[in-house]
């Protein structure tokens, strides 16, 4: 079975890549809503994948890299798209949750990209 937490991440970005003129070229924000996705089975006795408070506990020191930050200054996230955040992300959490199976990165209310690993 599938279980997954939601968090917010207030922080700016730029893309450094994009065509000459791109809005996406200039500093600007989001409210970044990512889900961390964790796929295993449910354990008989508690009834549960995983504590969901685990999930929280992994993510803290992400978030701390992350939130009310620049993207582009976070080593590693030079080019800060929906996708290399992912990614990201996922490099990031997988030691400490080997039963991650999917990172959900929402940049904004219409765009994001889902991240299932290398
Ligand atoms: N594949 C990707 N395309 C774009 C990314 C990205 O990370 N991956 N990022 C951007 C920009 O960061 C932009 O802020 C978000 O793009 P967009 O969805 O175009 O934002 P809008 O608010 O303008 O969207 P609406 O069409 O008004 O809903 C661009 N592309
Ligand atoms: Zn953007």
């Given at each position: ?19 000459a ?23 008989s ?74």
């Amino acid at each position: 079975m599938e279980i997954f937490k939601e968090f917010h991440i207030e922080a700016a970005h730029w893309l450094p890549n994009v065509p000459a003129g791109h809005k996406c070229g200039r500093m600007h924000g989001h409210s970044f809503r990512i889900e961390v996705h964790i796929n295993g089975p449910i354990d008989s006795q508690l009834g549960w994948v995983l504590d969901f408070a685990e999930i929280k506990e992994a993510f803290t020191p992400v978030e701390e890299k992350l939130d009310h930050r620049c993207l582009n200054e976070v080593p590693g996230l030079e080019n800060p798209t929906s996708e290399n955040l992912a990614r990201w992300i996922w490099h990031e959490l997988r030691p400490s949750l080997p039963l991650l199976s999917k990172i959900i990165v929402r940049e904004t209310c219409t765009s994001g990209c889902v991240y299932s690993g290398d």
